[in-house]
Structures are given as structure tokens and as C-alpha cells.
């Protein structure tokens, strides 16, 4: 994950039932979405080298795309440790995406 100012501009909150979304990017149209727990099917961590901002893609049963938050984002770590706690992403797994600084790392893996 980069370290840096991080990205101010979208944010990530939880609570028991969802992941709630609140993105205000310059100059462009203001959005928000809610992301329920149970309808999360899969979940990748994208790692780019140290100018980006590593990714964490969620799949869900709501939609044929993922989500694509920025791992940097206000609340991303905080995410990434939940998915993490609730079994969404494997902890080994997340340890060996974190050390990377390239690759993309899903979780169930592919069957």
C-alpha cells in the first residue's frame, strides 16, 4: 500500500451491515454508494508500484463490475483489515499483496 497524503477526496466508512462510499473527485460529479457485506462475492488487491495507489477491487452479487477503491482513500486501510477480519480476503494473501509492487491478488482464489 503507498504511503503518502492519501486520497482525501473518497471515502470509506463501515458499519455492521455495509460499506458506504462518499467520492468527491475535482471537477467531476459528486456520487455515493452502499456496498452490503453479504452481497460481496470476491475481492482483489490490485498492487501498482509506489506512484499509485495500490487497489481493492469488490465483486458483488449487485452488479456485473467491481468496486474499485483506492487503497489510499480515507477509510481504505480500515477496509482492507475488515475484509481481512470478516474472511472476505485471506490474511496470508493480504500480507503477500502488501509486500508487492505489482500483481493482482483475489480472493477466493480462482476456481
Known amino acids: 500500500m503507498v504511503h503518502g497524503q492519501g486520497i ?5 466508512t ?3 451491515e455495509a460499506i458506504h462510499l462518499s467520492v468527491r473527485p475535482p471537477l467531476r ?4 454508494a452502499t456496498i452490503p457485506w453479504a452481497s460481496i462475492s470476491r475481492v482483489c488487491f490490485k498492487a ?5 495507489s495500490d487497489g481493492i477491487y469488490i465483486f458483488t452479487s449487485l452488479r456485473p ?3 474499485a477503491i483506492p487503497a489510499e482513500a480515507v477509510g481504505g486501510s480500515r477496509l482492507f483489515k475488515e475484509l481481512i477480519r470478516k474472511k472476505l480476503f485471506d490474511a496470508q494473501l493480504a500480507s503477500t499483496a502488501m509486500g508487492a509492487t505489482s ?9
Request: charged share 40%; glycine share 4%.
Open 8 to 12: 482525501r477526496w473518497f471515502v470509506v
Open 14 to 16: 463501515l458499519d455492521e
Open 29 to 32: 460529479r459528486r456520487w455515493k
Open 48 to 52: 501498482e508500484d509506489p506512484s499509485t
Open 65 to 67: 463490475e467491481s468496486w
Open 103 to 111: 500483481g493482482l491478488f483475489c480472493w477466493p482464489p480462482d476456481r
